[in-house]
């Protein structure tokens, strides 16, 4: 049988049929973009008659009749008013287009990978949250992370940067040891190489984990905004200092959080320590602090242990009285700067003893920036000397009330060779560098609320004064001028924030260092107990030491010596208060004129013969 073909209409319809459908899938495109602001005002407009039906059902009954006469007497007002209608419906469209427009679909919850970590750090928190005894778990394998997580953010690498973690009340928070298991363990999940920050709440159990951004480092030395006796030693997190100074950070104005450390007779950290490894930035402190110190009218003394010219730049400049680098410099720095304490000590009392204000020189701030002391202290071990460090007692224990402040910088290698006295009295500490926590714990007195990373730039570290919170500091950068290869700009900023030179006044006597002894050379004829003797002449060049040494006014006469007399006799170190000086000196620091006296010599036999008796009383 022969097979009947299909009609026209069918066997030629597909093309057909797909050509209308493709007709029709545009029209409607075409009526959907033509009819689109049609659609988005009649979605508001159901949207604004559900909110309307739903606040008529929630109406009680009886404020129903007020509220429909109030509606009622609205659209009469608005029927009257002229062009009230018109503008009515505008109003009317408006409201219906801004409900009824295209809302972007909120996230509402972290994606598999994100929940995938989660549920990870969850399991991993369970054998320090959980107990068997507890019925109820909140933290158990298996469990839901959600009940425990909350308030979590990622960045875009995926990783966590905020988190807060509700934990059992029977958890020992108290206890630094459970605190640090946590801490660790987080940060170990979480991704290493950044610095978290953990806040505990121990009334509410719970436990906020945050990423902290890392501190400006763009900062550089710079005439910052702070009264006398305020030193700022670094920039700090916003969340914690409640004050901001206006600073340059790369050439633009900012405002940051500083880590301020007050001195004088009313703090209650008077002195500073700051220790770090090679290259962590504690000379970069001690340089901006001298900086600082000098731009508010203060007095300088440093002593470089390390010999690396680390502070020649400062050498000779107004208000640096000294920058010593040898042992036996130091030690007449120090011992200089005992005798100094000590003298405005006394003077201060006595004003204080006549009713009068203390003298001008005993106000103004003193300060002695020792950078790695313990070298010269192994040095001056080494050749049979003092110990320099034990000329800080004085500063360290009264300088308070003398207006002396003391500032240490020591490597963690050599912190056993530092004494009590500086332990005890430098109640400000600085760590800077990579450090681990029981480093900074030992040096702080408390362990930092942040987790030290291995990598960091120069000047970043920690700092607690007294007995306050621990905070992260980032040292202003403070290069040495004189150093090639750091930054320019940086460089620059130092050297315009340097005084100017101090230059020897016309006929002012030549100052002599006190790195080498002095000879004292005494005529065989001049009696040792004459007023005042021959010259003494120096066999150092010009110094950088306060001490000038005048030239020596002549003899007024021979007087037959009563023994036999040396030439030459050793003379130690003389200090403005020593009583062994042969002429009168002027002390830069001290600024007082010490009392002419003769040197007695060293090894002089006593007097021959015996003494002339006394003239008889007068009487009356």
């Not at 050793?570 to 002419?596: E, F, I, K, N, V």
Request: glycine share 10%; charged share 20%.
């Amino acid at each position: 049988m022969a097979r009947r073909p299909l009609p026209r209409i069918l066997s030629s319809g597909t093309t057909s049929l797909a050509r209308g459908r493709d007709l029709a899938r545009t029209a409607a495109d075409s009526a959907t973009d033509v009819l689109h602001p049609l659609l988005v005002i009649g979605r508001g407009l159901r949207v604004l008659a559900a909110a309307g039906r739903h606040k008529w059902a929630r109406t009680p009954k009886d404020k129903r009749g007020p509220a429909l006469f109030l509606g009622a007497a609205c659209v009469l007002v608005v029927a009257l008013v002229p062009y009230g209608p018109l503008a009515g419906l505008i109003t009317l469209m408006a409201a219906a287009a801004w409900q009824g427009r295209d809302r972007t679909p909120v996230k509402s919850g972290p994606s598999d990978a994100e929940s995938e970590r989660l549920g990870s750090l969850y399991e991993a928190l369970v054998p320090y949250f959980s107990t068997p005894e507890d019925p109820n778990p909140l933290f158990a394998h298996g469990g839901e992370w959600d009940r425990a997580f909350s308030g979590y953010a990622f960045d875009d690498a995926g990783r966590v940067t905020r988190l807060r973690i509700r934990y059992p009340a029977y958890f020992t928070d108290g206890e630094a040891a459970s605190r640090a298991r946590i801490e660790a363990l987080l940060h170990a999940k979480s991704g290493r190489g950044r610095e978290y920050f953990f806040d505990w709440d121990e009334e509410g159990n719970q436990l906020d984990l945050t990423v902290l951004a890392p501190l400006p480092t763009g900062i550089a030395a710079q005439p910052f905004v702070t009264s006398p006796g305020e030193t700022v030693l670094g920039f700090t997190d916003a969340g914690s200092v409640q004050r901001t100074l206006p600073v340059l950070e790369d050439g633009e104005p900012c405002d940051v959080p500083p880590v301020i450390w007050r001195t004088g007779p009313r703090s209650t950290e008077p002195h500073l320590l700051a220790v770090g490894r090679p290259g962590s930035g504690t000379s970069s402190l001690l340089r901006s602090i001298a900086l600082q110190a000098l731009h508010h009218g203060g007095e300088v003394l440093i002593v470089e242990g390390g010999g690396s010219g680390e502070f020649s730049c400062l050498s000779g400049r107004t208000g640096v009285l000294a920058v010593e680098c040898g042992p036996a410099g130091a030690l007449a720095t120090l011992e200089w700067a005992a005798r100094e304490t000590e003298r405005r000590l006394m003077a201060a009392h006595r004003a204080r003893e006549a009713g009068r204000p203390a003298p001008e020189d005993t106000r103004r701030p003193l300060w002695i920036l020792l950078d790695r002391p313990s070298v010269l202290a192994h040095l001056a071990t080494a050749e049979g000397g003092p110990d320099p460090l034990a000329q800080l007692q004085v500063p360290l224990r009264h300088g308070r009330a003398a207006h002396v402040t003391v500032v240490v910088a020591e490597q963690f290698d050599h912190l056993e060779l530092l004494n009590d006295a500086v332990w005890q009295h430098t109640r400000a500490r600085v760590v800077l560098g990579p450090a681990a926590i029981q480093q900074i714990t030992d040096v702080l007195g408390l362990p930092p609320h942040t987790t030290p990373t291995a990598q960091v730039p120069p000047g970043r570290g920690y700092a607690r004064l007294g007995s306050g919170p621990v905070h992260r500091v980032q040292v202003p950068a403070t290069p040495d001028p004189y150093d090639d290869s750091t930054h320019s700009e940086h460089r620059q900023a130092v050297l315009e924030l340097l005084p100017g030179r101090q230059l020897p006044a016309p006929g002012a006597p030549a100052r002599v260092t006190l790195s080498k002894p002095l000879r004292i050379v005494q005529p065989p004829g001049p009696s040792a107990d004459a007023e005042e003797n021959a010259e003494v002449p120096a066999e150092a060049p010009p110094a950088r030491g306060p001490w000038p040494v005048g030239p020596r006014t002549p003899a007024r006469g021979p007087t037959p010596a009563r023994g036999p007399t040396p030439a030459v006799a050793p003379a130690r170190g003389p200090g403005p208060d020593s009583g062994c000086g042969t002429t009168p000196r002027t002390c830069a620091g001290a600024r007082l004129r010490c009392r002419p006296r003769p040197c007695r010599p060293a090894g002089r036999p006593p007097r021959a013969g015996p003494r002339p008796p006394r003239p008889p009383a007068r009487r009356r």
